[in-house]
């Protein structure tokens, strides 16, 4: 049987996206067969610490991005089936001419491991939907059914040549679980980065989306770089480079973060299909209004508040946005030697023991990777504190949910710091002032696409450049400090 493009490089994009839509959109019987399964293993599971910790943080960022939302278990099996198709496309797409082999593939692809040997991180690892895979110390005997949802889905979009699929491509069905969100329209984000921002003609400045949704504005902006190389016949593989260096969101949204990072994967195209340098996908599960002090000596600390209390940071894990992932990441070897401790060890000396090699590699140099400075004794400190409590976190049986998060949450931190030439975004031009003072470079540009009655009343505080009221209820407001 001929598989059908998904899309194809010069189709038009919206025949794709229909097509998607029937397919896998939640009116299509695969959606209903997959998320009765998925309900059946959310109900058998909903009580054990890693399922109960990350529908219990899902519901509490809903609260903050959706005051008037649903909160219930049939939304959040909604959104993980929708999460589980992005992750599976983003495998077919990154290697479209290689099946998937086996079960324990299927694993990686749902816990997100797979992408990390690829050497693509903070591509959601223990994050809010990876709560599918389940330690067996749980005694629920739910992987056959596990495996067997990702496998049912998985052979459904085997039917589909993903291979130039592109960024939006699903839009429409996270429209369905997130029917108040609009994504921007593509050709509105083209609009605003080529023609408003320049970033075709001139490729040099970096751009940040704080408040980027699915990611329209960041994949706009991987295209119309991407195009301007290829204009002035230049090698299209230093985007894999600059683009994760300079073209960066965040936003609060755990799904809409999920798609935003496989729109940024499809952006890059061709480059991910090959061998490509590691880098770390450079959107962050985060509140972007949130205001940090400077980091002004290497003594300062950072301080992460959440619903598990305090988590603290010290100056270089701002400086180098790479600490988080390269050192805070190796936590979970200490935290898989603290559970494999305890058949022996009370938990006080188990956790102490591997906090004290831990200590032990924060202070050592680590030559021939890309951190090799040694933490001093004061900024170890600091960060055994955050360790202790992410170790005892998942001792409880919470996983490394809380260091996803955690290595997430600092992305505003680590964004303020460096400053960007460009902010985007589609939303109300109140929160505009937040996000130009923290973020924004002087004398760079803001692009904010917003509605006509929102635009009436822009900031005082910043030059109004331009005003577009061209786009059918929308206005582009180009504002600059």
């Not at 399922?51 to 899902?58: P, Y």
């Not at 499809?266 to 061998?275: N, Y």
């Not at 929160?431 to 917003?450: E, M």
Request: proline letters at 6%.
């Amino acid at each position: 049987m001929r598989s059908s493009s998904l899309p194809s490089a010069d189709s038009n994009g919206d025949d794709d996206l229909i097509n998607i839509e029937t397919a896998f959109g939640s009116n299509s019987l695969i959606f209903s067969l997959t998320t009765e399964r998925l309900s059946s293993i959310f109900s058998q599971s909903a009580h054990t610490p890693p399922v109960a910790a990350r529908f219990r943080e899902w519901q509490r960022c809903r609260e903050k991005t959706h005051a008037q939302g649903s909160l219930n278990e049939s939304l959040f099996i909604h959104q993980t089936y929708i999460a589980l198709l992005a992750r599976l496309i983003a495998r077919r797409f990154v290697a479209p001419s290689r099946p998937i082999v086996n079960d324990e593939e299927l694993r990686e692809i749902i816990n997100v491991d797979y992408f990390s040997r690829r050497g693509i991180g903070n591509f959601g690892e223990g994050g809010i939907f990876s709560w599918l895979i389940l330690d067996p110390r749980w005694g629920l005997g739910l992987d056959e059914l596990v495996i067997e949802t990702a496998r049912y889905l998985a052979e459904g979009l085997s039917q589909h040549d993903f291979t130039n699929a592109q960024p939006g491509i699903l839009n429409t069905i996270y429209r369905q679980a997130a029917p108040s969100n609009a994504p921007v329209m593509s050709w509105v984000a083209d609009h605003v980065v080529i023609h408003e921002l320049g970033m075709k003609e001139d490729p040099s400045p970096s751009l940040l989306d704080p408040y980027c949704g699915t990611g329209d504005f960041l994949s706009a902006a991987i295209r119309a770089v991407r195009q301007g190389i290829s204009e002035r016949k230049g090698d299209e593989f230093d985007l894999i480079f600059d683009a994760p260096e300079k073209i960066r969101g965040i936003d609060r949204d755990p799904l809409a973060v999920e798609i935003a990072r496989v729109n940024y994967l499809l952006a890059l195209g061709q480059l991910v299909q090959e061998e490509h340098p590691q880098f770390l996908m450079p959107i962050y599960l985060a509140d972007a209004s949130v205001q940090f002090r400077p980091v002004s000596n290497d003594d300062s600390v950072i301080t992460l508040s959440t619903s598990e209390g305090d988590f603290l940071l010290p100056a270089p894990f701002i400086q180098n946005p790479l600490l988080p992932d390269w050192v805070l990441g190796r936590i979970t070897n200490y935290m898989d030697g603290a559970q494999l401790r305890l058949h022996v060890q009370p938990e006080e000396v188990a956790i102490q023991e591997v906090l004290n090699a831990y200590y032990n590699y924060l202070t050592a140099p680590k030559p021939r990777t890309p951190v090799p400075d040694a933490l001093t004794p004061r900024q170890a400190d600091v960060l055994l504190e955050t360790a202790r409590r992410l170790v005892e976190l998942h001792i409880r049986g919470e996983g490394t949910l809380w260091l996803h998060l955690v290595q997430n949450m600092a992305g505003p931190a680590i964004l303020s710091h460096r400053c960007f030439d460009r902010l985007a975004y589609q939303g109300p031009t109140s929160i505009f002032d937040i996000y130009s003072d923290i973020y924004l470079r002087s004398g760079g540009q803001a692009a904010i696409v917003t509605s006509e009655a929102d635009a009436q009343t822009p900031s005082s505080r910043h030059r109004m450049l331009t005003s577009e009221s061209r786009f059918s209820g929308a206005t582009i407001l180009l504002c600059g400090l």
